[in-house]
């Protein structure tokens, strides 16, 4: 007999009360909101779940790899995954610049810097222009096997920047955890007790994320009253157009490219929304995708996702398929360029998509990237476009969170569809993951809680 759980211990319906009391907090009560100890229950939540991204994902891969026979399979996987990154990710930065030339949400718009302001903008084009592709590329290869494990990143010297290179440190460890699993594989059946080892450490890890999911609302509770508290909701009311486009654009692109998508692979994205909903309000709580990274692993395996496609494809994705952000920056350049009355030819708007196309990958799924890699396009497409940080620097913790849906939405289709390419998606598991979530979000409808 299906024991019934009642809705108040249900993770999604705890996040979502969570979210809704931290924003009244934020509105009504900002300098509670804004309180260190309010922002310190978001930042110490995404903490715990970075704590063990590194070692989950390693274990994944590495057993991924060393379970199959081919060597070559692993390479198929990675580059199916790398054409179909490009060709979505081109679409997402498409859409932006139509919606960009066709809404023109910056034209009309007052536009008054700050010499505060701009000397932000300033300091963040500065770090986005060390943002060398050589370095990066280097970058993922690690100077020890340790220190792939150990986050080391360059954090922004603007105010509360970014982390530049977060993203590498996961593509480090999935550099190693690659080489590692191809060296299992060759050992054969003399790895076979550390590959065992190594399966019980990828359980063990999933069972602390588990642990650690238990203060998901706590941590979507300070985020998102500390964010509130401190933009406030006049930031929100100065740039509502660029804001509710950006929203509008994403959701689009989410239920019709996605969709369509989907649909050809033989799923519905509406179903897939609601498969992966808890993560998607930790996301919206923490803006952060990173922080729901190792649940959507262990979803997208019970999923019927092999373990192979979901340990390259995820990590992958954070790396080089961010949509959300690829959406932002060309529609926020946009933005900005009609906002300082500045027009640009076709040539421009060529050079800011094959620009955007490449500094997106140095984006991650941290809070506060996609801003980094915004003035690094906006520096190579004009100039005269990059004091218009300033214009948008206010409401982009708003716009993050979107981001970071979008990311996690699109790198979670990203992988099931190289499942079902590479032949190894399992549809019968498929079916019943969804059938079941059908059951359980009736029963919790037409059971009352005790």
């Given amino acids: 007999m ?6 108040y211990k249900i993770l999604y319906v705890q996040v979502l009360i969570a979210i809704v009391l931290g924003v009244l907090l934020g509105w009504l009560a900002p300098d509670i909101a804004t309180n260190p100890w309010i922002n310190f229950l978001g930042r110490a939540f995404v903490k715990l779940i970075k704590m063990a991204i590194a070692p989950i994902i390693f274990c994944t891969i590495v057993s991924g790899i060393a379970h199959i026979q081919e060597a070559k399979s692993v390479g198929r996987v990675g580059l199916k995954a790398l054409v179909y990154f490009e060709l979505v990710s081109s679409v997402a930065l498409l859409i932006g610049i139509v919606v960009g030339m066709l809404w023109r949400p910056g034209a ?4 008054q810097i700050t010499a505060d302001q701009a000397e932000q903008a300033k300091c963040y084009a500065e770090t986005a222009a060390k943002l060398d592709p050589v370095d990066y590329i280097l970058h993922i290869i690690p100077d020890s096997v340790v220190g792939a494990f150990v986050s080391s990143p360059e954090a922004g010297a603007c105010g509360h920047g970014p982390q530049i290179f977060q993203i590498g ?15 299992l594989m060759r050992m054969g059946e003399r790895a076979h007790a550390l590959r065992g080892l190594i399966d019980d450490a990828a359980q063990a890890m999933f069972t602390v994320i588990g642990i650690i999911m238990k203060a998901a609302p706590l941590g979507a509770f300070g985020a998102m009253a500390y964010t509130i508290g401190k933009f406030g909701p006049s930031a929100l009311g100065n740039l509502l157009n660029l804001l509710l486009t950006f929203y509008a654009t994403s959701a689009l692109f989410v239920l019709i490219v996605l969709g369509a998508i989907a649909r050809v692979a033989g799923f519905s994205i509406l179903s897939f929304l609601r498969f992966i909903k808890d993560e998607l309000l930790i996301v919206l709580g923490t803006s952060s995708s990173e922080s729901a990274l190792p649940s959507l692993m262990a979803k997208l395996e019970r999923l019927g996702c092999s373990k192979q496609v979901v340990g390259l494809v995820v990590p992958l994705g954070y790396s080089f398929n961010l949509d959300g952000t690829n959406i932002y920056m060309t529609l926020a350049t946009l933005f900005i360029a009609q906002a300082l009355h500045i027009d640009l030819s076709i040539g421009q708007l060529v050079t800011i998509l094959l620009v955007a196309m490449l500094t997106s990958k140095g984006a991650s799924g941290v809070t506060g990237a996609g801003f980094v890699v915004l003035a690094g396009t906006l520096a190579a497409a004009d100039a005269r476009l990059v004091p218009g940080l300033a214009i948008v620097f206010g409401v982009d913790k708003f716009m993050s969170e979107v981001r970071a849906l979008t990311n996690i939405t699109g790198n979670g289709v990203a992988t099931v569809v190289v499942s079902w390419w590479e032949g190894e998606l399992d549809r019968e598991k498929m079916r019943a993951a969804f059938a079941e979530m059908d059951d359980a979000d009736a029963m919790e409808l037409a059971t009352p809680a005790p």
């Fill in 169 to 183: 440190d996961i593509l480090q460890v999935l550099f190693f955890a690659v080489l590692f699993g191809f060296a």
């Fill in 2 to 7: 299906t024991t019934h759980q009642p809705w």
């Fill in 108 to 111: 009309g718009f007052s536009a």
